[in-house]
């Protein structure tokens, strides 16, 4: 059978599933793309056991069937020299030929019979699935203020994740690496959830965001117990999640605070930003102290030091404290309010960074105790 399409097209589609590809594997069926053809789809799938991404494109033909496509697809199409491309397929020894102008190649796929896709297409058809409704930007926004706090160290899985828990009109995500923490809650009346905890692997999430676009479409978000999933547009994105115990974080958010500043985000974002190009170490260490409505940033190491002071509004006691410069400017740079509100819990309790009139959201930080 023969395949004619738009070549830009053909190259987004299989980018997008290539993202599920597996670096390396012991399962070599899983190193390939699969296509499947229908009288008017094409649909290419890709999985490394735990993301799964089915991109699919209109196609009008009167055949079908399936084939395994090698990997090495992506980038001759990537850089095929025609606007248009014509892919014949051999379905006896599973031969493609792909050509355009004077451009030639022969590939060798192989059959699909292998490939591991029911597993994912029965889990996203389970009667026990629940779903809801969600507008992609603000989907995207949520998980990048909340994914950037999940660990990235591998001797802690529980804390590779990103918690979701879904209650009565509430969704609640969680994120930490035991030296910081964001919770985040969103909440639509037209939601109604039984309580379920899902642990979504964040590196799997930033997949999500790297392929998800732009745009403000809308997006169905399902869960189940083991796959977490999103279907928009020609796109269908799951991931399996993790099986560890996600401990219980309530208890390590502080109540009264024992300072509170508001101060200007984007003044303080800058300030820290100067700091951090003299902080030394692991922890990137910084000095902060706040007294009298003046919000002190030092910082000293072999190359030099600095010392700024801005204007803040001071509620409670003086403070001083060192702080990982990494960790504030991350909740700086993501966040776009004018103002933020900064909680201290005297000099060994956590940071908090809060919203102005908004306490769906909190960034925990933890500060350093000793400065090496």
Known sequence: MQISTVTGQLATCLETVEKALPVRTTVPVISNILLQIDS?????????????????????????GSILLPPKIVDIVRYFPTPSVSIDINWENYRLDISGGSARFHLYGSSSDDF??????????????????????????????????????????????VLFTFKDQTLTLTASDTYRLVVSKIQDESWSFKEVRCLVPAKALREFLRIAGEGHKGITVGYQNSLLSVDFGNIYFASRLLEEKYPDVSGVIPGDYKTRVVIERKLLEDTISRAALLAEGKNQAVNIAVKDNSFEVRVSSQEGSMEEYLPVEQDGESIELFVNSRFVLDILKIRDEEKIIIDFHGEGGPLIFRLMDDSSYLYLVLPIKKVN
Request: glycine share 2%; net charge negative; aromatic share 10%.
């Open 116 to 161: 591991p896709l029911n597993s994912v297409v029965s889990a996203s058809s389970d009667e026990t699935a629940e779903s809801f409704s969600f507008d992609l930007s603000s989907f995207k926004k949520i998980l990048k203020e909340v994914v950037f706090a999940a660990s990235t160290e591998e001797t802690r899985p529980a804390f590779n994740g």
């Open 40 to 64: 008017n789809k094409l649909i290419f799938s890709a999985t490394n056991h735990e993301i799964f991404i089915t991109v699919s494109m209109d196609h009008e033909g009167s055949d079908s």
